[in-house]
């Protein structure tokens, strides 16, 4: 099957199509059995209701694990504040040692000064 020219080939490629169309045109509908179409309605209706049922179900989980998320990151903020909270604490524990460290060694080295001008003084008279 050999065309000669391109328009040959549209003109089939159109029956083609026309052909096509009219197989699915011209099928006849089958008399519906009130009966089946309404048990077809129902199940139909069952399909859509379980559907909506599971898309419910699967938004209540979804709200679920956002509240889950947000109570996780909730929790792990309030841990990381204690725990700054808790190291603020230690470094003013800290501070407040050297700075009583700091004025004992101060008070030692005064002392120590006093020593050494009494023992000078007594030995002097």
């Known amino acids: 099957m050999s065309f000669q020219n391109h328009n040959e080939r549209r003109e ?6 026309k052909a096509m169309l009219e197989k699915f045109k011209t099928k006849a ?25 599971a898309e419910q179900k699967r938004r209540e989980r979804v709200e679920f694990e956002k509240l889950e998320r947000k109570l996780a990151i909730e929790a792990k903020a309030k841990a990381e504040a204690e725990a700054e909270a808790l190291a603020a604490e230690e470094a003013e524990r800290k501070r407040l040692a050297d700075i009583e460290a700091e004025e004992i060694r101060a008070f030692e080295q005064k002392a120590r000064r006093d020593l050494k001008y009494a023992a000078r003084k007594a030995r002097q008279k």
């Open 29 to 53: 509908t089958a008399p519906v059995d009130p009966a089946v179409a309404a048990q077809k309605a129902a199940e139909a209706q069952a399909r859509e209701e379980k559907r909506v049922a």
């Open 12 to 17: 089939a490629a159109d029956a083609a199509k």
